[in-house]
């Protein structure tokens, strides 16, 4: 009857009400005023200020873009009637919607499919390379994407039959397709993994307070993160999406680890115990704070979109994580039942004693794990086909897949120049052009090819046309009425020309940006300069780039700064030199692993090991604090650390725990980034964890290292 009596007075205490008001009025914000749509739209991988996006800028300037479209491929009997017709009624649908500029197909641009067939430019752009489907081209107004491709996916699913089959790409189309995963996942995974992490917590410390407590913190810390960055116009993207899971991990890690040294306080009888928890834990914390503050704070800078957003956001959420567990989470520790507690502190419980018994096979199985995985690092595919993106089993990707067979799913852009600097509305640059084309559509990654010469090659198909002077040609066709095609492959003075590539992503074994430096050999080689090179193909790869780039740059200062901090907070040679060993087997073992299976590492999956590293370092500092107050009380080193792990095994594996059960549920997701990205956190977390509590104290206690 005290318990109960207990309880319900705590129920109705002042500080959780004061919580939950909080809590409440927070949500009533972020419902209110926060935005938590995911926003991916066709520039989501540099900011249009950013210098990688300069290019695009300036090819906008020069010419009159057409590059971005939904590409809908239509397979069937292509030289029936019925087929035509299907044809002809499609594009008028598609034509009714509002924002479309214009649909190309083979009943709106060539005469017929034999036209189409024999000309330079519809064989290339509308019919494929199989001769068994034909394309249709549809322009769009890129402000209104999202409503279009809406539309136009319930056009194509009710003209869709068993002898019509269509498939839609193109990159306004790939990009909703990918807000729309993110919007469910953030919906769904994020609840239920709430739900998980509520469950795990509740059934290890079998307390309703401290689960309240943790509960509330952790919602509070990512509804104020997502607050905080909203005031500082940081939008929810690619990568910020799983943000709420991250920052919740963030903050129940310091509450684990503060309730344990209460607990551990509270079982030698001991006043006051939550301040002296507290006073305990918070020092470490603070340490394990920064090395993640430092690691977000270094994607700050970087040209991508995505992980720049990442880096405020998550070094925002660090910031409000701390502040949280030690500002609202103690007040619910001293409502909980002390007596409770000191009995389930008593017991060790299956799991620590089969990883003491077994702890010379977890060490051997971790560090050969490791030596095996080197050689995968060199193995990783940083730059993987934006088909990675779905599921080989979906129908989408089947789709995109059959496309990029046919003509290319991606699109490159070149501007040349002639060496001599000469215009191009001459005979002689035609002939020249003509060569460049040619020699384009040669390379093994280029899917098909539109320029200025496949548009003059069309043009003088038409009667009459043989009596008119090149230049002539080129101004008739930037009229109106041929919808000013002419300005889209040539600049107003005739110095630049411009060449749309569609480039093949299936089965690519090169770096998208060393294919592009073969094709600007192939411009060259020719007699032109490539002046400018655009388009979403250029894009993904310089993120592919940067991607690598912050990973070798961020680990590199993390483990410099790591260093130092280590030293700060061991005060000794030997224990640095353990810590960071133990600190690289971490990232050797998750990257090494992704190269071996041969899992694409893209832009969302990527900071999966950051996310894993800083679990490791956090285990690793409470780990330290709990060795030097130990060896204070000890003058001799002699089982110091296995006494520490008796001590820290429980926050540590508990920790371990919850991280990994609250993100395996994305490995249930439907979209293969968020898969990835869940699989790196489960996988990394358990590694980091084993190798705080089993490799570090076997470095440290050698005795060929410092003893200082």
């Known amino acids: ?13 002042k500080e959780v009400w004061t919580f939950l008001g909080l809590t409440v009025l927070s949500l009533f914000v972020i419902i209110r005023f926060v935005n938590l749509v995911p926003q991916v739209d066709n520039d989501f991988f540099f900011s249009s200020d950013d210098p990688q996006f300069q290019s695009e ?44 500029t214009y649909v190309k197909s083979i009943s709106n641009g060539p005469a017929d499919l034999k036209d189409a067939l024999k000309s330079p430019l519809w064989r290339r752009l509308l019919i494929a390379d199989d001769q068994k489907s034909t394309n249709l081209v549809v322009l769009l107004d890129e402000s209104k994407a999202q409503k279009i491709v809406e539309e136009v996916e319930k056009v194509v699913a009710q003209a869709t039959s068993e002898d019509f089959k269509l498939r839609i790409s193109g990159l306004p189309y790939v990009v909703e397709l990918i807000s729309r995963y993110l919007i469910r996942d953030l919906r769904t995974f994020s609840l239920v993994a709430l739900i998980l992490f509520g469950i795990v917590i509740y059934l290890i410390f079998h307390s309703r307070i401290i689960l309240a407590g943790t509960m509330l913190s952790c919602i509070n810390a990512c509804l104020w993160t997502f607050m905080i960055s909203d005031l500082m116009d940081v939008p929810i993207g690619l990568l910020t999406a799983n943000l709420a899971t991250i920052i919740f991990v963030l903050t129940l890690s310091h509450m684990v680890f503060l309730t344990y040294n209460w607990k551990n306080i509270c079982s030698m009888n001991s006043k006051d115990c939550v301040d002296q928890a507290v006073n305990f834990t918070l020092g470490a914390s603070f340490w394990s704070m920064l090395t993640t503050l430092l690691g977000f704070l270094s994607l700050w800078f970087v040209p991508a979109k995505p992980l720049r957003e990442l880096g405020i956001s998550g070094a925002v959420g660090t910031v409000v994580a701390i502040m949280v567990a030690y500002g609202i989470f103690p007040a619910f520790l001293k409502m909980a039942d002390m007596e409770k507690m000191k009995k389930s502190h008593k017991s060790k ?6 990883f003491e018994t077994n702890k010379n096979y977890i060490r ?4 050969f794990f490791c030596l095996v995985a080197i050689p995968g690092i060199w193995k990783i595919n940083t730059d993987p086909s934006m088909l990675s993106f779905f599921s080989k089993d979906s129908k989408i990707y089947k789709g995109l897949e059959y496309i990029d067979k046919n003509g290319g799913s991606s699109p490159l852009v070149i501007v040349v120049e002639s060496e001599q600097g000469n215009v191009l509305n001459s005979g002689a640059a035609y002939a020249n052009m003509w060569k460049l084309q040619e020699a384009l559509e040669r390379h093994r990654a280029v899917g098909s090819v539109i320029s200025l010469p496949v548009l003059m090659a069309e043009a003088k198909q038409e009667p009459l046309a043989f009596f008119l002077f090149f230049d002539w040609m080129l101004e008739i066709l930037e009229k109106p009425k041929y919808g000013e095609i002419a300005k ?10 411009l060449f749309l590539l569609r480039m093949n992503e299936l089965n690519r074994v090169q770096k998208r940006l060393a294919i592009i430096d073969e094709l600007k050999e192939i411009v060259e080689t020719q007699g032109f300069i490539p002046e400018i090179v655009g388009g979403v193909y250029k894009l993904q790869g310089h993120m592919s780039r940067l991607v690598v780039k912050s990973l070798v740059s961020g680990l590199t200062k993390l483990v410099f700064l790591f260093f130092i901090i280590a030293w700060l907070v061991s005060r000794s040679i030997k224990v640095t030199i353990a810590m960071i060993l133990s600190l690289l087997l971490i990232p050797i073992g998750i990257l090494g692993a992704i190269g071996l299976y041969r899992v694409p590492l893209d832009v969302v999956s990527s900071p999966a090991s950051n ?17 030097r107050r130990r060896k204070k009380n000890k003058k001799s080193n002699d089982h110091i650390w296995q006494d520490v792990r008796d001590e820290m095994w429980r926050p540590v594996l508990t920790s371990m725990v919850i991280v990994t059960t609250g993100f395996s549920i994305f490995l249930f997701s439907t979209f293969p980034p968020t898969q990835r990205f869940g699989g790196a956190i ?25 003893s200082k």
């Open 682 to 706: 489960v996988f990394g977390t358990i590694l980091a964890s084993l190798t705080a509590l089993y490799i570090m104290p076997l470095i440290a206690n050698q005795k060929f290292l410092p």
């Open 488 to 497: 889209s492959f040539v600049t107003e003075n005739r110095k630049y020309g």
């Open 1 to 13: 009857m005290k318990n109960i009596h207990k309880q319900i007075i705590s129920l109705f205490s």
């Open 611 to 627: 996310v894993a590293i800083a679990m490791g370092i956090d285990s690793m500092i409470h780990i330290v604090k709990a060795y």
């Open 364 to 367: 051997f199985m971790i560090i």
């Open 349 to 354: 419980g299956r799991i620590y004693p089969f």
């Open 57 to 100: 800028k300036r090819i906008s300037d020069l010419f009159k873009r057409n590059d971005t479209q939904i590409i809908i491929s239509a397979s069937g009997a292509i030289r029936s009637e019925k087929y035509s017709e299907n044809i002809t009624n499609l594009t008028k649908e598609l034509a009714k919607i509002a924002g479309i």
